[in-house]
């Protein structure tokens, strides 16, 4: 902000009075970005600095070599785990980590529950630490398991390509996965 704007127009020129302005712009723009700074900080989807905290609170081990949007995301998915367990509870933090659908089945007379992952093919990233989320939140006497959506081969047959133009296209495994055709 340039002070000076909201001055009179018979201080422009006043070499003083732009000094003092300038002075003071740059100590209110620095209160300023300090002030966003410190909101950032009070919510998980905007903290940097203080991620450390957050997981210190929920009880998630702290790693600094990981990512912050990594460690942003454990520590939603641990936010979301809290309180009594439910299916939906389960479902919204396995879609936490998949940032997509994810259907919770049971299976009560196995004692165990299967999340299947409906809203994105192939395996999310992270599911190392989405189990260690799961079996902190589930009940003790529970099993789960993982089930993942794939593309068959009658769904790729739907694709108006060739062998040769998916070659061109270059894409890795999971790129083709996750690819869609825009008509």
Request: net charge negative.
């Amino acid at each position: 902000m340039n002070l000076m704007t909201l001055l009179p127009d018979y201080y422009k020129g006043n070499m003083t009075m732009e000094e003092l302005q300038g002075v003071f712009s740059n100590k209110i723009n620095a209160l300023s970005d300090n002030l966003d700074e410190t909101i950032n900080e009070c919510f998980v989807n905007t903290a940097s600095a203080l991620l450390s905290r957050y997981e210190k609170i929920y009880g998630i081990k702290v790693d600094v070599n990981k990512s912050d949007e990594f460690r942003r995301e454990r520590i939603r998915a641990k936010i979301r785990g809290t309180g009594t367990v439910t299916r939906q509870m389960i479902a919204n933090t396995a879609a936490s980590y998949s940032n997509g659908e994810v259907e919770v089945i049971e299976n009560p007379d196995n004692y165990s529950f299967i999340i299947k992952f409906v809203g994105s093919k192939g395996i999310p990233a992270n599911m190392a630490d989405l189990a260690i989320t799961i079996e902190e939140i589930k009940p003790a006497h529970l099993a789960f398991s993982f089930e993942y959506t794939w593309m068959t081969w009658n769904e790729f047959e739907n694709y108006n390509k060739t062998f040769d133009e998916w070659d061109m296209l270059n894409l890795s495994w999971d790129e083709f996965e996750m690819y869609e055709e825009v008509a």
